[in-house]
Structure formats: structure tokens, C-alpha cells
């Protein structure tokens, strides 16, 4: 059983950047894929970004080249830098993973084995 716990949300104004992290457990981590998912108020949870265990990544059009994942295994440590943050990225942010034998691409579908409580980031304008 992994689990996994998110910290690093907060207020940022228009164009500020954060960076959130996910501490896992687990002595295989560095096996799974990992990823981010957000959910707004109202609406349904939403893919961000992915990485693979060999580190091939998959960004959604609406945050590429603002967001970057990046993972530090001796950590067992998930991060997303944010960057140039807008009112429309205020939501949950919910640390995902999936074990090595399940397909990456269920996990950008959001078929994940294990998910974090989650961290607010709320944009202002």
C-alpha cells in the first residue's frame, strides 16, 4: 500500500508560481508512474500531468509549458512547479500513482491505484 500526502498549496496572486510536493510511502516508488489531477469547484476532477517511471511526460494543453513535474526517488518526492499561475488554475491538486504493472496511460485517464488528500491553490486575480 502506497500512500501519499501533498503539501505546498496556498494564495498566490495572478502570475505567481508555487510549487507543490508529494511525499510518498512505499520502497518501490520509484517504479510508478505519478502524476497531478485537479478539481475546481463544481466541476469534475481533471488530468494535469504525468510522468512515467523512465520519466516520459505528459502534460495537459492548458497548463504545458507553465507546469513541470519532476520527481526525486531518493525523496520519494513528487513535484509540480507552477508557474505563471492564472484565476482558472484555482482547484484541489490531488498527487496521484499507479503501480509498475499498470498501463500509463490509465493513470492520464485517471485510472490511479493511489491518490493524496489533496492541497488547495487558489489564484486571485
Known amino acids: 500500500q502506497v500512500q501519499l500526502v501533498e503539501s505546498g498549496g496556498g494564495l498566490v496572486q495572478a502570475g505567481g508560481s508555487l510549487r507543490l510536493s508529494c511525499v510518498a510511502s512505499?520502497?518501490?516508488?520509484?517504479?510508478?508512474?505519478v502524476g497531478w489531477f485537479r478539481q475546481a469547484p463544481g466541476k469534475e476532477r481533471e488530468f494535469v500531468v504525468a510522468?512515467?517511471?523512465?520519466?516520459?511526460?505528459t502534460y495537459a494543453n492548458s497548463v504545458k509549458g507553465r507546469f513541470t513535474i519532476s520527481r526525486d526517488n531518493a525523496k520519494n518526492t513528487v513535484y509540480l512547479q507552477m508557474n505563471s499561475l492564472r484565476p482558472e488554475d484555482t482547484a484541489v491538486y490531488y498527487c496521484v500513482a499507479t503501480r509498475p504493472e499498470t498501463a500509463f496511460s490509465k493513470l492520464i485517464r485517471g485510472e490511479y491505484d493511489y491518490w493524496g488528500q489533496g492541497t488547495q491553490v487558489t489564484v486571485s486575480s
Open positions: 510522468q512515467s517511471w523512465n520519466g516520459g511526460n
Open positions: 512505499g520502497r518501490t516508488f520509484s517504479m510508478y508512474g
